[in-house]
């Protein structure tokens, strides 16, 4: 590894979001293509997920380098940056835990990088009531529905609102992803999803298979 | 009357908690994503229910309905403005199912918000609304507070110093949740189980554990750990197997035959007492009792 990728991984693995910023200004500065830049971010926020998977991480480092990973997407891609972050994108997602589900953080995750592979991603937060899923989907028309479930007694909501889409006639319109800690591929294909990935960096590598497809 | 908590716990045979709350009120009908908090107040005959049942398997403590009550989780549910009258009915619908036939333990779980910068969650506001909720227990005279399902030893002490200093002469029992990693068991926030338990236990508890999360190889090999390094005494409440999803909902694959296997051998290790978490219903405490019996003739 370049030395100033070394640095960028150990910015992002330490969780320093001021350092990680100030690499990122730097780069920007130089005007270097940011989505090209990007990628040795990526491979430190894979690296965190990795070490996270093998026990060597727990949820305050995990969350502390997706905020540095988060503080160098704001400054490589502005959302002022308009429509010249729409040509960037490679679609558009709506995110978000499910009703009766309080649980934030492996939705943020994916949130995170979803983001940094170029996806533009709303995210609801937790807790989202099914209407509203149905009302911003109706509004923003998004090629992707990203439904959260950390609960074993809320993963049926997500096929509630698959059913509530079929009913106001826009499911097609969307492709639904699915995730969390108690669903699997088995639950994703008998309540009609699109598909479903069981960690954050699967759920990207879905995505964009999706799209492509 | 019946010895004090804090004296029975020192002796054999190990003490009986009941199964699981939430679960089973989901196979009584409770929609997904509703807290079972939410039936305290409207479907009472079902929470006194689930409390007969596992009062008839034999289970010596019932736990409250009251595991969410605390006003931050409560919150989630729009029943906040609540939080006295669901705490107070909590108590008084174990009491009733009880007929002082068990020990009654105010449960109180953690309110789901992760502390700044992580999340919204203060000091402050744990520590305040804690304070609330022991004090609601306090007052409807439980024989100990039972805190569950902790998954950070931070907002794990803050909810046992508020119980203490609310109600000094009320024992606390604290168990964490806990998972296995390459390095040993730990919370989802890196609290290592020994360290934990030590800490909870240096802070007052009089009853330390763990539950939920693991499945029963794991909780096996936790407790069988746990009673070499910790003095204080311990209390395991597996779930009934790992969640699977089945056509007909949710199951946990656990039968009671199989779940009071794995309980023998945590029994076996000096564990102090023994319930079920979710999944658990009242054939696993009636194995348990069975087990129990057998065990400690």
Same mark, same amino acid.
């Given at each position: 590894m370049s030395k100033p990728n070394q640095e960028i991984h150990n910015c992002i693995l330490d969780g320093d979001a001021g350092k990680t910023k100030i690499l990122a200004e730097k780069i920007v500065n130089a005007g270097s293509n940011p989505t090209e830049a990007l990628q040795p971010f990526i491979t430190a926020i894979r690296h965190a997920g990795d070490l996270f998977d093998q026990g060597e991480f727990f949820l305050p480092q995990l969350l502390l380098s997706a905020k540095a990973m988060q503080a160098a997407m704001d400054v490589m891609?502005? $959302? $002022?940056?308009g429509k010249s972050a729409a040509r960037l994108s490679r679609g558009t997602v709506i995110a978000g835990t499910i009703q009766g589900d309080i649980h934030e953080i492996g939705k943020n995750l994916v949130c995170a990088l979803l983001s940094a592979h170029g996806f533009q991603v709303v995210d609801l937060g937790a807790d989202v009531a099914l209407d509203r899923f149905v009302q911003e989907t109706e509004q923003h028309k998004p090629d992707f529905l990203v439904l959260s479930a950390l609960l074993t007694t809320t993963m049926i909501n997500q096929k509630h609102l698959i059913d509530q889409l079929n009913d106001k006639g826009i499911r097609d319109g969307v492709k639904v992803l699915v995730g969390g800690a108690p669903v699997t591929s088995d639950w994703a294909e008998e309540i009609g999803a699109d598909g479903y990935a069981p960690d954050a960096s699967r759920a990207v590598a879905l995505a964009i298979k999706l799209l492509d497809a | 009357m019946k010895e004090q908590i804090a004296d029975r716990i020192?002796? =054999?045979p190990p003490l009986l908690f009941d199964g699981a709350i939430g679960s089973r009120l989901i196979g009584m009908g409770?929609?997904?994503? *509703?807290?079972?908090?939410?039936?305290?107040?409207?479907q009472a005959d079902k929470i006194r229910q689930v409390h007969e049942e596992y009062t008839q398997a034999g289970a010596n403590v019932i736990t409250t309905c009251s595991f969410g009550g605390n006003r931050i989780r409560l919150k989630k549910g729009s029943l906040d403005r609540k939080c006295d009258a669901i705490n107070r009915r909590a108590v008084e619908i174990a009491k009733e199912a009880s007929q002082g036939k068990t020990y009654i333990a105010g449960g109180m779980g953690p309110t789901g918000e992760f502390f *700044?910068?992580?999340?919204?969650? =203060?000091e402050e506001s744990a520590d305040k609304t804690f304070i609330e909720q022991a004090g609601i227990l306090a007052d409807c005279s439980i024989d100990f507070f039972l805190l569950e399902t902790h998954y950070d030893l931070k907002e794990a002490l803050i909810s046992l110093n508020a119980c203490r200093k609310t109600a000094p002469s009320i024992p606390v029992a604290v168990t964490m949740t806990f998972n296995s990693t390459p390095n040993g068991f730990f919370t989802v926030m890196g609290d290592s189980a020994v360290e934990a338990l030590k800490t909870l236990s240096d802070n007052g508890a009089f009853l330390v554990g763990s539950n939920c999360t693991l499945e029963a190889e794991g909780m096996v090999k936790l407790a069988k750990y746990l009673v070499t390094e910790i003095d204080t005494p311990l209390l395991i409440q597996p779930n009934a197997g790992t969640p699977e999803i089945t056509p007909d909902g949710v199951?946990?694959? *656990?039968k009671a035959d199989e779940f009071a296997q794995s309980a023998q051998q945590i029994l076996s290790s000096g564990v102090h007492a023994f319930g079920g978490c979710c999944g658990s219903d009242a054939t696993h405490i009636s194995a348990l009792r069975v087990l129990i019996d057998k065990n400690f003739r």
């Open positions: 891609f502005p $959302s $002022s940056e | 020192l002796h =054999t409770l929609p997904a994503g *509703q807290a079972p908090e939410a039936w305290i107040l409207s *700044q910068p992580h999340g919204l969650l =203060t199951v946990y694959p *656990q």
